[in-house]
């Protein structure tokens, strides 16, 4: 089979990994790839946002199967064209991906179908939000914007004069430009986070794998928020029980909801849930795998993932047998200086063999110079996962493997999954 795999960070290095596994593989293209995927199959030099050229390029190759992973061609449609030009994909429609899209009309689905989240209401209008903000306590609410903002429209601000500052920056000054014309006031949920994963083809939902994820930039959870620092599974936390109530109350009513709504889910579905003190509660929806959480799950994944995606693509999930490992997995991702704000690149990297020693390195923000030299060329650079019989041991694994890397300006959270030793040994 020819596939070709849309995206070019981190999670779509994981994913080639994973899909580069598959014996009924013949030709594995990535679109644009980057210096990782590279060494599993053919990089395309067309870029996510190029629809016409991805479906004719398709058309062309005759490509057998076509994964998108990022959110933004998914919420733009371009599962939808390449479908409508007859090419197997696996990948939701647009009208399922609002789910990721919009977070009020995501809101609106969860507060009809009585799918647990936070209270929330909507606003366009800075002055009237502001008047409903200082009608709430302090420190109470969350400022969402409504679209995509490549996992940095979420603001928690402490004091009403930083509320002010949010809704003003969003909705006035366009901070997150068209996605947050429309914003969200959510109330603050407390407890612990996971995301929570399962293919869906309709109403039929896969088993489903919890991880936990580091957004901030700082160790301690302090500083700006990321793309994501690194991510550790399954959670200290998480347990047969747990699992039960999620798929019960989250994930398989939202499957439900949105074949009520003319919206039927075909993909991977990515719930954020906070686990509060009344139970389970959805911070947000995703409409496709997570980053950094795919870098762990593709190991995790122990069934064949090509023969997961195409029962998704052909509607026929229904009896696939979808397995995770409960092993315990860690990862650590180095950035550049200065991430997420601005940051240099164009840095030689050193010390990838040495690393995979202990586990296996997913290239996201690398490239290759004239000389052929491994290269930095985004903010998130590349991260090292590493299994173990414990949490500390895959923790372990991954921070000696990714200590032997270096580039310069590199630096990395050295408390990922540390929490977790404290319930897992």
Not at 142 to 159: H, M, R, S, Y
């Amino acid at each position: 089979m020819k596939v070709l795999l849309v995206g070019s960070g981190g999670r779509e290095h994981a994913m080639a990994w994973k899909l580069a596994q598959s014996t009924r593989i013949s030709e594995l293209f990535i679109a644009p790839g980057n210096a990782g995927t590279a060494e599993l199959g053919t990089n395309v030099d067309i870029g996510v946002s190029d629809h016409i050229a991805l479906v004719k390029y398709a058309e062309n190759h005759k490509i057998d199967l076509v994964v998108v992973a990022p959110d933004k061609p998914i919420v733009d449609g371009l599962c939808d064209q390449l479908r409508h030009a007859g090419i197997t994909t696996f990948g939701p429609s647009s009208a399922a991906a609002r789910v990721e899209g919009s977070k009020i009309w995501s809101n609106d689905l969860m507060t009809k179908y009585r799918i647990p989240t936070a209270e929330s209401v909507a606003f366009n209008i800075s002055g009237l939000a502001m008047e409903y903000g200082r009608s709430k306590p302090e420190g109470s609410l969350v400022v969402k914007a409504d679209g995509l903002a490549a996992g940095k429209g979420v603001i928690l601000p402490e004091t009403y004069d930083e509320l002010d500052s949010a809704i003003v920056g969003m909705l006035d000054h366009g901070a997150f430009g068209k996605s947050s014309s429309s914003i969200l006031l959510a109330e603050r949920m407390t407890g612990p986070e996971t995301s929570v994963f399962a293919f869906v083809d309709g109403e039929h939902v896969s088993a489903e794998i919890a991880t936990c994820d580091y957004k901030r930039a700082g160790e301690g959870d302090l500083g700006l928020n990321t793309g994501g620092m690194g991510s550790y599974g399954p959670p200290e936390f998480w347990t047969a029980e747990l699992a039960a109530k999620v798929r019960c109350e989250i994930l398989e009513p939202t499957a439900r909801a949105l074949v009520k709504e003319y919206s039927s889910f075909s993909g991977v579905l990515y719930a954020g849930l906070m686990i509060t003190k009344s139970g389970p509660k959805v911070v947000e929806f995703n409409c496709r795998f997570g980053d950094p959480e795919t870098q762990i799950l593709m190991p995790m994944l122990e069934s064949d993932l090509l023969d997961v995606c195409l029962a998704v693509a052909e509607n026929r999930l229904d009896g696939t047998d979808v397995r995770w490992s409960n092993e315990p997995h860690t990862f650590v991702v180095a950035v550049s200086d200065g991430y997420p704000g601005s940051y240099s690149t164009g840095f030689e990297i050193t010390g990838i063999s040495a690393a995979t020693e202990y586990g296996v390195v997913f290239h996201a923000g690398t490239a290759r110079d004239l000389n052929n030299n491994l290269v930095t060329s985004g903010g998130r650079v590349l991260g090292v996962v590493a299994s173990g019989s414990t949490i500390s041991k895959s923790r372990n694994a991954a921070y000696t493997g990714i200590e032997h890397i270096f580039f310069e300006g590199m630096r990395f959270r050295r408390d990922i999954a540390e929490r977790a030793i404290h319930g897992r040994s």
